[in-house]
């Protein structure tokens, strides 16, 4: 099937009854996984999470929470697969990705997740190898002059990267990072999903990235048929079973990709959810689970509901009477997330609290609305109403 057949939007209440009442169990409760839970409880699906840390972030939006290290109790956890719909691993946690794979066939339910994908993903040196194989354009390596883009080879996101302004700093970069060309332009994210053979890309997104390359709010942005085939020729090329997220610079070289991700994201499904009402991990359960995936999803464009829908994702830090805007790292700094107003979501504002020692405070902001500029007014009254808090 060509690109533009497969490359649809799936409106999200066409799922909605269909997975309600069911379970899945994530395995990891930071912050993909509490993006993972986010969905599935927007779903009317219950979740099961493990993680072998007892103050994990999405202990308080899960309905069962096991606490216990898979790779040491093998019994135990092949057992809570017997009480679950899917599973998926929500870490980057390389000895437990491992584990999932060598137990794979004794798992008792679907797990929605592609191991080769992850394996190439994971490796930006593999992934670049990748890229220059299939002809996707991405950035030079090791350029002539300053300045640089480096990154390390295995982690993903920001963790590690920085622009390098001269050579005697190029100096300092450990021998195994990437070197590339810097380029100047929106970051833009965009997630496929696949069975295999058939993939549906979704929405873009844009990552909006502070002074450490961090990303600290994410906003839609339109389609982009180039963008949307590049991501579908990345996926398809892998003959991916799950979820990928593909990151792209928009230069004035043209688009030219960063990296992808072959593991469930964080920050941008939320974003994608309420701007284009996909919920991305329904369709990833719809991709291992329906055999009829390739026929599901209308475009985006049919659906006047979501033509103009918008949605901000961020985060801040409470310091006194300010709030300090910042990435994803203001969340993990915390050891408590919750709902911070309850009955704000009706009203498109939903605000989750992320608590720690010494009086720390941390927020994830989801504001969203039929226009951007209804959308920008709720975010202001998000930040009053945490600001006014007693």
């Known amino acids: 099937m060509s690109f533009s057949a497969q490359c649809q939007f799936p409106i999200h209440s066409d ?8 379970s899945i169990c994530l395995i990891g409760g930071k912050l993909q996984g509490v993006e993972a839970a986010y969905l599935a409880k927007k779903a009317g699906i219950s ?14 939006i899960c ?23 899917f599973m998926i691993p929500v870490n980057e946690n390389e000895e437990t990705i491992a584990f999932l794979e060598s137990v794979s066939g004794e798992i008792k339910c679907p797990l929605l997740f592609d191991f080769d994908a992850y394996r190439i993903s994971s490796d930006k040196s593999k992934s670049k190898e990748y890229f220059k194989k299939i002809g996707v354009p991405t950035p030079a390596d090791k350029p002539d002059e300053p300045p640089y883009f480096v990154k390390p080879p295995s982690e993903s996101g920001s963790i590690g990267a920085r622009i390098i302004h001269s050579d005697d700093e190029l100096k300092t970069v450990p021998a195994n990072f990437l070197i590339e ?13 696949g069975n295999g053979k058939d993939y549906t890309v979704v929405k873009e997104t844009y990552i909006h990235i502070d002074d450490v390359w961090d990303c ?3 906003t839609p942005l339109p389609r982009d048929e180039i963008y949307q085939k590049i991501a579908f020729d990345l996926a398809s090329g892998l003959n991916l079973k799950g979820i990928m997220d593909v990151e792209a610079i928009s230069s004035q070289k043209g688009w030219k990709v960063l990296e992808i991700d072959a593991r469930f994201p964080s920050q941008t499904p939320i974003c994608v959810y309420f701007s284009s009402g996909v919920n991305l991990l329904l369709l990833l359960i719809e991709a291992f689970t329906n055999p009829d995936f390739k026929e599901k999803g209308l475009s985006v464009s049919t659906n006047p509901k979501y033509e103009n829908a918008y949605c901000i994702f961020e985060h801040f830090q409470k310091k006194g009477n300010e709030l300090i805007s ?44 039929k226009t951007e500029a209804e959308t920008k007014e709720k975010r202001e009254k998000a930040m009053s109403l945490i600001l006014n808090q007693k």
């Open 326 to 369: 910042g990435g994803e790292h203001l969340i993990s700094a915390g050891s408590s997330f919750r709902p911070f107003a309850a009955d704000s979501a009706s009203s498109g504002i939903e605000i989750f609290e992320c608590a720690g020692h010494d009086g720390y405070r941390a927020y994830t902001v989801i504001t969203y609305a």
């Open 181 to 193: 060309e810097y380029l100047e332009g929106p970051v833009i994210s965009l997630e496929i999903i």
């Open 15 to 22: 799922f909605e009854s269909k997975y309600a009442g069911k």
């Open 63 to 85: 309905d069962e929470f096991h606490c216990f290290d898979i790779t040491k109790d093998k019994s135990r956890f092949i057992s809570i697969s017997e009480n679950s719909d």
């Open 216 to 218: 600290f709010m994410v």
């Open 47 to 60: 979740v099961i999470l493990i993680d072998k840390n007892p103050s994990a972030l999405a202990q308080n």
